[in-house]
Every structure is written in structure tokens, then in C-alpha cells.
């Protein structure tokens, strides 16, 4: 298995980062069992699932320079062994929601530590013009894991199984890629990059940094809002919930054609990354001014996801391909202000649709996407790597 996984990289970066990000969606698949076992409110639950964003943000730099330093592998494990810890400690615990806090705070820290290797492998090992679809693929694997919860959680309620035992086999399943991730050998022979820090790129970085916070705070707001923002406007819960299926299904879709294009091209990705980003901030807009129309809601809907949520794969191929750091390194430096933005992004906006209205929410989105466009203008202009 290992051997044929080391064949097809692009395949182990999606499996690295569904196995990374699965352990958080099967607990938000159980988020009512999960309540009312402990006794705990929505907002406590949320700010437990801030605590996953909050550790990844804290942890992505610091993982990216172990993994560029001791191989895709270790990232692999600290993965695998980190969620299925987290997944324990939620099957085990009864009394204490500090350690199922803990626990979703240890989920966020593996999960990074999955990215980022899948982020060296694609960086690295894969063809440059096949990059922008390997981002794509492996970005587009997060809604995966999200879905392959959501598969576990319902095969269990319909078989009957209680959901702690659910959360102890899958920590046993999470365990299963420690014996299968492999350790990609020397990078492509283009690659001569070392493993110096990002002294050299440090303002390009931190300018990717500020505006992946913008977009990650819209864009997982939009995730975590549209449904009560449907039903808000008078949709059943059935038909709130299929529009954001329905905007899932844009978000992978945006990915790996973002990405395609990028290859296509054979650009740095900077100009690509600007044009999705103005799709998203038009999406939004269309969200903010739709109010009851079908159509325009739609169109925000596909807009708002496949562009507004659709940017990450390219934001990672942007930094990976125009840094002078290693892959896991630079990303891992950017996937900071990512994960801060997924911190502050739903309660800031769910504050301002409590208090106003979600029109008044989508288009502050609107705003904080549109300000993070400035970010990519300026690390374009500052990146010492100077690509086509």
C-alpha cells in the first residue's frame, strides 16, 4: 500500500488531508449528541470548535518547518495518532467538556500537521503542470472528509450505534494511515529549495497571511451561516440544508477548476487567485441585495461558495510556487492567518446578522474579501520569485 501510494501523490495528498480533517466533522455530524451529553449550549459548542481553528492557526507554522524537516511521513503520523487521540478522548469522556475542548484542540493542531504534508507532497513531488489540479484535488478532499462523516454518523444512526463506540472505531480507522503514509525521497529536480526559513520572503508571505485571514474568515462564515441564513428567510430546514449541499458541491467544483486553470496557463497564480476572489465578493454582494429572490439567491449561493469558499487551493499554490522556503513551510507560515480567520469569521458575522440582519453579514463579507484582494495585489509586488 505504501508503495503504491508513493506511485500517485497527488491521491496520497487527498488521503492525508481527508483523514486529517475527518475527526472535526464527525464530531460536528454528533454536535446535538455531543450538547446534550455534556449539558453544554450552541455557543459552547462553538467556541469549542473555535479552539480547533484557534490551535491550527498557533501550530501550522512551527509543523510545516518539521515536516520540510523530517518528511511527508511525519506529518502522516502526527496526523493519524493526533486525530485518533482526539477521537478517543471524545469516545472516553463522560464528565469533563474541558477535555472535549482539549480534544478538538488537539484535532485542529493534526489536522494541520496533515496539510501541510500534503502540501510538500503537491509542492514538491508533483509535476508544475499538474500543481494547480493537485491543489485542487487535495483542497477539494476537506468537503470529502466532510462527507465521509456524514456517511459514518448516518450508517451508524440507521445500525443503531451508540455514537462513543462510533468515535472509538473510527480513532482505531484513523490509526490505519501510521501504517500506510509514506515518505516521499528526494524532490523533483526543479525543486532547489532548502529548508532556510522565509527571512527572504517574509513581506510576501505575511501579505498572503492577511488576506488568507480575510478570506478565511467570509469564507467558512458562509459555510457555517447559510443555513440559518435560509432559513432566516422563510426555508424549511430540509431545503436550507440542501442549499448547502448544494454550495459544497460549488466549493469542490471552484477548487480543482481553479486549479486547472492555473495549469493551463502556467501563471504564478496571483492573477488567478484575484479574479476568484472577485467572483466571491460578487457572490456575496448578490447574497447582501437578493432578499427573497430565487435566482439572485442561487447565484449568490454558487458564487458565494465555488469562488468566495473556492480560493484555498490556489492561495496554497500562489505561496508554494512563489516562495523560496520549502512547501510545508511557506503554506504552513500562510495557513496561520487562514485558521485565524476561521476563528473570527462565523461569530463576527453571526454577531452582525443577530444585531442587524444577514444582508448587513454577507456584505461586510463582501468588504473583508474585497480588503484581502489588497493582500494578494501587495505579495504579488513584493514576491522575490518572479514567475510568469
Known amino acids: ?30 454536535a446535538v449528541r455531543i450538547q446534550e451529553s455534556f449539558g ?10 473555535a479552539a480547533y481553528f484557534a490551535a491550527g492557526s498557533l501550530g501550522s507554522f512551527q509543523l510545516g518547518k518539521l515536516v520540510d524537516r523530517f518528511g511527508t511521513r511525519f506529518g502522516g503520523l502526527v496526523a493519524s495518532v493526533g486525530g485518533a487521540a482526539s477521537l478517543l478522548i471524545i469516545g472516553v469522556t463522560t464528565r469533563h467538556w474541558a477535555l472535549v475542548v482539549l480534544a478538538l484542540a488537539l484535532t485542529g493542531f493534526s489536522n494541520v500537521a496533515g496539510q ?25 478532499a476537506v468537503p470529502l472528509g466532510a462527507l465521509v462523516a456524514g456517511l459514518v454518523a ?8 451508540e455514537w462513543r463506540t462510533v468515535f472509538l472505531l473510527s480513532a482505531i480507522g484513523s490509526l490505519g494511515l501510521a501504517g500506510v503514509a509514506p515518505e516521499f525521497g528526494a524532490v523533483l529536480p526543479e525543486d532547489r529549495r532548502s529548508a532556510a526559513g522565509v527571512g527572504a520572503d517574509a513581506r510576501c508571505l505575511i501579505a498572503l497571511s492577511v488576506a488568507g485571514a480575510m478570506f478565511g474568515a467570509t469564507g467558512n462564515a458562509l459555510a457555517v451561516l447559510v443555513v440559518d441564513a435560509f432559513e432566516t428567510v422563510g426555508y424549511s430546514q430540509s431545503a436550507a440544508a440542501s442549499v448547502l449541499a448544494f454550495g459544497s458541491a460549488a466549493a469542490v467544483v471552484g477548487r480543482v477548476l481553479a486549479g486547472w486553470i492555473v495549469d493551463r496557463r502556467g501563471s504564478s497564480g496571483f492573477s488567478e487567485l484575484i479574479a476568484i476572489v472577485v467572483l466571491g465578493v460578487v457572490g456575496f454582494t448578490t447574497l447582501a441585495v437578493a432578499g427573497t429572490s430565487v435566482p439572485l439567491l442561487v447565484i449568490g449561493v454558487a458564487l458565494g461558495f465555488a469562488a468566495g469558499w473556492g480560493w484555498p487551493a490556489i492561495i496554497y ?11 510545508a513551510t511557506s503554506t504552513g507560515f500562510v495557513i496561520t492567518g487562514v485558521f485565524f480567520g476561521a476563528v473570527i469569521g462565523p461569530p463576527l458575522l453571526a454577531t452582525i446578522a443577530e444585531r442587524f440582519n444577514y444582508p448587513a453579514a454577507w456584505a461586510t463579507a463582501a468588504l473583508m474579501a474585497a480588503a484581502g484582494i489588497v493582500g494578494i495585489v501587495l505579495s504579488r509586488a513584493w514576491s522575490v520569485v518572479q514567475a510568469a
Not at 508503495?3 to 475527526?23: E, G
Not at 499554490?317 to 512547501?327: D, I, K, Q, W
Open 116 to 140: 501541510v504534508a500534503s502540501n510538500r507532497i503537491v509542492g514538491a513531488y508533483v509535476e508544475t503542470g499538474r500543481q494547480g489540479v493537485g491543489f485542487g484535488a487535495k483542497q477539494a
Open 1 to 30: 500500500m505504501r508503495k503504491a501510494l508513493l506511485r500517485f501523490p497527488i491521491l496520497t495528498s487527498v488521503l492525508f488531508s481527508v483523514v486529517a480533517s475527518y475527526p472535526l466533522f464527525l464530531a460536528s455530524a454528533y
Open 154 to 161: 448516518t450508517f451508524a444512526v440507521t445500525a443503531g450505534v
Open 317 to 327: 499554490l500562489v505561496t508554494a510556487r512563489n516562495s523560496t522556503a520549502p512547501p
Open 40 to 49: 453544554v449550549s450552541k455557543s459552547q459548542w462553538g467556541w469549542a470548535a
